[in-house]
């Protein structure tokens, strides 16, 4: 388990109030906090994204994969759904989308969605 230390966060809101507009460190910030179990932290910090970072897949399952943390599945597949529509090459980002989105149909109670989503090499 990764635990964010005081010190660093401090360091993330210094540069944030040097540089708000620092995307790429408010999503490293965010996967910090989301890796020390603290998905009610990085979820608002993923929601203040632009409109068009948040269309990415990553960014995608990273908010689905907080709202499945903080139990709260239904908007974690209305966030995930909003991901890749069509058939796309199986890549890691891919394969994360879909383990995320299958873990959301999963904690919904929607379990042959989960196994129809969660590639199998990851069950």
């Known amino acids: 388990m990764f635990i964010i230390s005081l010190i660093?966060?401090?360091l993330y809101l210094n540069i944030f109030e040097v540089n708000p507009d620092d995307y790429a460190t408010k999503i490293d910030y965010a996967?910090?906090?989301l890796a020390s179990e603290k998905p009610r932290e990085a979820l608002p910090i993923l929601q203040s994204l632009p409109e068009e970072l948040k269309e990415n897949v990553q960014i995608i399952s990273l908010i689905g994969s907080c709202f499945v943390e903080i139990d709260k599945p239904d908007l974690a597949i209305e966030a995930l759904e909003k991901g890749p529509t069509r058939a796309r090459k199986m890549d890691q980002d891919m394969m994360v989308f879909r383990y995320a989105l299958g873990t959301a149909?999963?904690?919904?109670?929607?379990?042959?969605k989960a196994l129809n989503t969660i590639?199998?090499?990851l069950r």
Do not use: F, T
Request: charged share 40%; glycine share 6%.
């Open 8 to 10: 660093q966060e401090k």
């Open 105 to 112: 149909y999963k904690k919904a109670g929607l379990k042959d």
């Open 31 to 33: 996967i910090s906090l």
């Open 119 to 121: 590639p199998e090499s």
